[in-house]
């Protein structure tokens, strides 16, 4: 069979695959806003500071499995006017920060920007998760402007120190893709070894604090 003798998809299927395919393009859109207003904050600490606050950062927008899958959870339709009007996370953006200041600095400059707006700040750093997990999740909503018009279109930001992003990423690792079960013992090692991460975080921000003293010490007055 040519290419040009495939049956054509049904008119609704195709429908329904162009609207998902034009969803991801406007998250994208809302993925770009919010990764350049965060590299402008990291390259303008840099200039002020003489030291990037930002380790690095990764994003990414949910398959449109994961998408119909928490549609499902939640009993809603599969349409991608029902995730977008229900769904926040769609659209999400990591933020690796160095020291443990850093991810409320960075929190914080964000939030202040007139054209973003904060829906939801959970802090898993204060009140960590029962298995160990620390980071700073924010919901920010930002301004994307296609040929339509402008859109309101949320994000999900998780702020965290590369400790935090360590643990964070094995722990996925060992708990969800591994084919067996993690027994309670091993679930008590991986909280041990969070907390231990938790009290290196802070040694390695006061001793930033202290060279950063030091520093200013040094410096003569005029």
């Not at 162009?18 to 859109?29: N, T, V």
């Not at 204060?126 to 920010?140: A, D």
């Not at 992003?165 to 070894?193: G, M």
């Amino acid at each position: 069979m040519t290419y040009e003798n495939l049956p054509s998809w049904p008119k609704e299927l195709q429908t329904l695959v162009d609207s998902f395919l034009d969803m991801r393009c406007r998250y994208q859109a809302a993925l770009r806003e919010v990764r350049t207003k965060l590299e402008i904050l990291d390259d303008e600490f840099q200039m002020r500071h003489s030291r990037n606050p930002i380790h690095h950062m990764e994003s990414r927008i949910k398959t449109p499995q994961s998408i119909a899958q928490k549609l499902v959870r939640k009993g809603l339709p599969l349409l991608p006017s029902a995730a977008m009007e229900n769904l926040h996370d769609i659209a999400g953006i990591r933020v690796v920060c160095a020291y443990l200041n850093d991810v409320y600095t960075i929190s914080d400059l964000l939030s202040k920007q007139d054209d973003v707006q904060v829906l939801q700040i959970r802090d898993y750093i204060q009140h960590p998760k029962s298995n160990g997990y620390r980071s700073l999740h924010m919901i920010v909503q930002v301004p994307v402007f296609l040929s339509q018009g402008r859109l309101e279109l949320p994000v999900e930001v998780q702020i965290r120190t590369i400790a935090m992003d360590f643990w964070a990423s094995l722990e996925h690792q060992i708990r969800y893709k591994e084919s067996v079960t993690v027994p309670e013992s091993l679930n008590h090692q991986l909280y041990d070894a969070a907390q231990r991460i938790a009290s290196l975080d802070a040694d390695m921000q006061d001793i930033h604090d202290q060279m950063i003293r030091l520093v200013k010490e040094s410096i003569p007055e005029t």
